[in-house]
């Protein structure tokens, strides 16, 4: 994943995330958005559907690209 920008509410979404059981490496929002994404993907199985309800529970000003490993030919 790339990330440019700001995710303005990567705090609410690191606190939910650890709720959940993910471990955070870092303080960054880049962080917060991986898992994020890493999650919805889990529960769409589609990488394009992934980032686009991703995005609608981010906040701010910013800029995502994404691939997977699952569909290592395509970029979202």
Do not use: Y
């Amino acid at each position: 994943m790339i990330h440019n920008g700001i995710i303005e509410n990567f705090a609410e979404l690191t606190k939910e995330l650890a709720e959940h059981g993910v471990v955070m490496t870092s303080e960054t929002d880049t962080e917060v958005v991986a898992h994020l994404l890493e999650s919805t993907l889990a529960d769409t199985g589609d990488l394009a559907d992934a980032m686009r309800a991703a995005c609608q529970r981010l906040s701010g000003a910013f800029t995502l690209v994404a691939v997977s490993a699952g569909e290592p030919g395509r970029l979202v």
